[in-house]
């Protein structure tokens, strides 16, 4: 079988420390494709590669040995990783003539619904009665209920909207939820949202939405696209309501200039500050107020890195031919000849300049699936369709 890049590494790990490499597997792979996501950051890897029966029936559970579940797997470009996590799924295979191993890992976002968290517990902070943002609550939270997460803080950013008397943490429940529920609607500093991830070495990464600057470039020539807007979800009236009491309604007079009026109630959490309310009031109505691009888009060609973040470098400003595997969520990636035309500043435009939700990769077709940012369905359930990646094992 031919690559069109150079043969990703598999490596399995017996554990996070890495110190017994359990299996080094390389091309031919019968399939092998990886995932990103916001919230979430790795999401899930699907493998399957050819083997004797006697080195698959070590994947499973037997005789009172572990097999592969819960160990460390890594797909890599040489020594940088391109994605990794956890084993969930082991399967021997044999059918027309093959013979091997199929395995499912999710990223470490996954580790997030091993434990529960409750603020009162006795272990952890009451943030019905503490100061502090929601990048306090994830250090309380992350460490005592995600042990398999690094314990680094260098990724979580400050948040200056105070928690101090929200109930909502009060309820047991995996930390996963609490942060797309509750932590990520109230982390709004000015109408951006913010978004969980564990990236390389199982680091908690906290961050608002940043499109400053544009990460990667590819053009229509590379894509299968179909370009789409849908206002189904648009809504340019919002009101908040926060334990039965109505707040205060906002507009967004350019969007009701051009569209119906679609009013929008969201639910904030009890005991927050009007100011943390009227924040997701408006996190909700700027990102629900016009419409927004839809659709996924395939991308089988070339793409260009123009930033020096992680591996990536850019030469004097020049972009740099990547293979198109490194691009991920979080990037924001701009088609160069997709209308307007001249584009003078960094936008979300639903046109040419996107920030990348999801993405999936094939390493057998070297193709890049990309979503891009969309407005969620309502708060409450705020991107839930796109982190439950352990959905179907619960």
């Known amino acids: 079988?031919?690559?069109?890049?150079?043969?990703?590494?598999?490596?399995?790990?017996?554990?996070?420390?890495?110190?017994?490499?359990?299996?080094?597997?390389?091309?031919?792979?019968?399939?092998?494709?990886?995932?990103?996501?916001?919230?979430?950051?790795?999401?899930?890897?699907d493998l399957v590669i050819p083997m004797s029966l006697e080195e698959a029936w070590l994947s499973l559970n037997r005789e009172h040995l572990p097999g592969y579940h819960f160990y460390l797997l890594q797909v890599l470009e040489g020594p940088l990783v391109v994605w990794e996590g956890r084993v969930m799924r082991c399967a021997v295979v044999s059918n027309a003539g093959f013979q091997g191993l199929h395995v499912k890992a999710f990223g470490y976002w996954s580790s997030l619904r091993d434990q529960y968290y409750d603020d009162e517990d006795g272990t952890s902070t009451n943030w019905a009665s503490t100061h502090g943002g929601s990048d306090d609550v994830i250090r309380d939270m992350v460490p005592t209920e995600a042990p398999d997460i690094s314990s680094s803080t260098a990724e979580i950013d400050a948040n200056t909207n105070d928690l101090v008397g929200i109930t909502e943490l009060h309820t047991r429940d995996y930390p996963q939820n609490h942060i797309i529920k509750t932590l990520a609607p109230t982390a709004d500093t000015g109408e951006i949202p913010w978004y969980a991830a564990v990236w390389e070495d199982r680091i908690f990464h906290w961050h608002e939405r940043a499109v400053a600057t544009v990460d990667w470039f590819t053009r229509r020539s590379e894509m299968t696209y179909r370009l789409e807007q849908d206002a189904t979800h648009l809504r340019n009236a919002i009101l908040p309501v926060k334990a039965g009491t109505e707040g205060t309604v906002s507009t967004n007079t350019d969007s009701l200039a051009l569209y119906p009026r679609r009013e929008l109630k969201i639910t904030v959490p009890a005991g927050v500050s009007s100011t943390i309310e009227n924040d997701m009031r408006d996190t909700v109505l700027a990102t629900r107020a016009f419409p927004r691009q839809s659709e996924s888009f395939e991308i089988r060609g070339?793409?260009?890195?123009?930033?020096?973040?992680?591996?990536?470098?850019?030469?004097?400003?020049?972009?740099?031919?990547?293979?198109?595997?490194?691009?991920?969520?979080?990037?924001?990636?701009?088609?160069?000849?997709?209308?307007?035309?001249?584009?003078?500043?960094?936008?979300?435009?639903?046109?040419?300049?996107?920030?990348v939700l999801e993405t999936t990769y094939n390493a057998i077709t070297d193709t890049l699936v990309v979503v891009p940012d969309r407005p969620s369905g309502d708060l409450a359930t705020l991107l839930s369709r796109r982190i439950q990646i352990e959905s179907d094992l619960i």
Request: charged share 20%; hydrophobic share 40%.
């Open 302 to 355: 070339q793409v260009w890195s123009a930033r020096a973040a992680r591996h990536l470098v850019a030469i004097n400003g020049a972009r740099v031919e990547m293979s198109k595997y490194w691009l991920r969520a979080g990037d924001v990636l701009r088609v160069d000849d997709f209308v307007p035309g001249t584009i003078s500043t960094t936008t979300l435009d639903a046109l040419r300049t996107f920030y």
């Open 1 to 45: 079988m031919v690559f069109p890049h150079s043969p990703l590494t598999v490596n399995l790990w017996d554990s996070t420390s890495k110190t017994n490499l359990i299996a080094e597997w390389t091309a031919p792979y019968q399939r092998l494709t990886f995932s990103t996501a916001l919230h979430g950051g790795f999401r899930d890897c």
